[in-house]
């Protein structure tokens, strides 16, 4: 089993809901977003080391990349409009501690 497997992801069209046995349960409703973020880590192989960090309005959420629902969820983000397909694949090859930013909401 990797790190990545014991992340529970539940998708609805309405949030996105994180559950891990040693972390409190984190909910972010889909329309809440208002920034999406890389974050990198020079902490793998053994634990996660590359996040898809999701904020909301009051509250966040990470996907380790490698559990299932990171393409899934990432599949879906990623036709947003402003989505930075730059800053993604800059983050793709970063081995250290990082953010990238990849969506930020248009607030105005």
Known sequence: MYP???YTIE???DFIKVTHPQENDKTV???NITE???????????????WLVLIG???YCRIPQGNNSYDVI??????????NFEAYI????STENAIFLIW?????
């Open 90 to 93: 800059e983050s793709m090859s």
């Open 11 to 13: 998708i609805t069209n």
């Open 57 to 59: 309005i009051d509250t």
């Open 4 to 6: 990545e497997d014991l």
């Open 29 to 31: 409703l889909w329309d």
């Open 36 to 50: 999406i973020h890389i974050q990198t880590t020079d902490e793998g192989p053994y634990r996660p080391d590359v």
């Open 104 to 108: 930020k909401a248009d607030l105005n």
């Open 74 to 83: 990432y599949e879906r983000v990623s036709k947003w409009d402003g989505f």
